[in-house]
């Protein structure tokens, strides 16, 4: 039965000419659930979060979102899902308020709910007190704080996360996952998460595919990915599914882990110093 689950996909297809973006892709996701679609760079993750959300259309197959067919009831499908985008546009000249104000207008919110939700939002993203800065002065970090306030203005049920924490720094990654497991874990939503980090996935994720141009290779829990591949780790498994082709991924996903851990040391190192001084 569609109902039962957040997202259905059957034979979801899209050629960009003779580009095979995303090839007969079936999923099931049931409600509450956090999924995470695992894939090299080109392998269809974008497309297939930007034909769930009726941005773009499919080439065939269908859809249901929150049981609402994709191609009769897009507008119902808007309506219920929030989408934080790969590289979201901002107004640079609008202060936070103003922008989140703005998106809330374009759901048709009520005057009252928008603002009661824009300062839930701004508490819970630690940005009170700065929600009347323009946002051409805000971090990279917060922009994306940002961003993720105008997915969730309408306190949708089903959250599509396109990459939530690349071109972050460490510390703001942190932050942003901190934040999505919390979702997770307190709303009980639907959240899909795309990634290429094997880190932000293994986290975050209930249920994790992994696409490989365009096509679903493997789908599972963590653990019954890096067993049905007989790997020791994700990261092996990762590897062996997707091919050593997509080296580079593997190693922008350590190199975020080695500066997290050069980030901690030196907070460590900084504590110490800070601990001897007050001695
Ligand atoms: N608008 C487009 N026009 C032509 N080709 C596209 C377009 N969008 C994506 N593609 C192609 O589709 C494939 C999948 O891209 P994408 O879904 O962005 O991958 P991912 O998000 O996994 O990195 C790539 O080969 C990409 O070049
Ligand atoms: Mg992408």
Not at 116 to 126: K, T
Not at 237 to 244: E, M, P, R, S, V
Request: net charge negative.
């Amino acid at each position: 039965m569609t109902e039962s689950y957040a997202i259905v996909t059957n034979d979801l297809t899209k050629n960009f000419g003779s580009v095979h973006a995303v090839s007969n892709l079936n999923l099931k996701i049931p409600f509450g659930k956090t999924y995470g679609l695992l894939g090299p760079n080109g392998a269809g993750k974008t497309t297939t979060v930007r034909m769930l959300n009726a941005i773009i259309s499919k080439t065939s197959g269908n859809a249901s979102v929150g049981g609402y067919d994709l191609l009769t009831q897009n507008e119902d499908i808007r309506r219920i899902c929030g989408f934080l985008p790969e590289s979201p546009g901002l107004y640079s000249k609008l202060t936070a308020k103003e922008f989140l104000e703005f998106i809330g207008e374009l759901y048709y919110l009520p005057k009252d709910t928008i603002s009661e939700r824009i300062n839930e939002l701004l508490e819970l993203f630690d940005l009170l007190g700065r929600e009347n800065d323009l946002l051409e002065g805000y971090s990279r970090g917060m922009k994306q704080k940002v961003c993720l306030c105008a997915a969730l203005i309408q306190d949708p049920e089903i959250i599509f996360l396109d990459e939530p924490t690349s071109n972050l720094d460490p510390a703001a990654a942190r932050m942003v996952k901190n934040l999505i497991s919390e979702l997770a874990k307190k709303a009980d939503k639907t959240i899909f998460i795309c990634t290429h980090l094997l880190d932000s996935a293994e986290e975050l994720c209930d249920v994790i595919g992994i696409i490989v141009e365009g096509k679903l290779e493997i789908e599972g829990t963590p653990q019954e990915i890096i067993e049905s591949v007989g790997a020791e780790n994700l990261e092996e498994a990762y590897l062996k599914i997707t091919g050593a082709t997509h080296i580079e991924d593997l190693l922008a996903w350590r190199e975020e882990n080695s500066i997290e851990r050069e980030s901690k040391k030196k907070k460590q190192k900084n504590k110490k110093k800070k601990y001897r001084k007050t001695r």
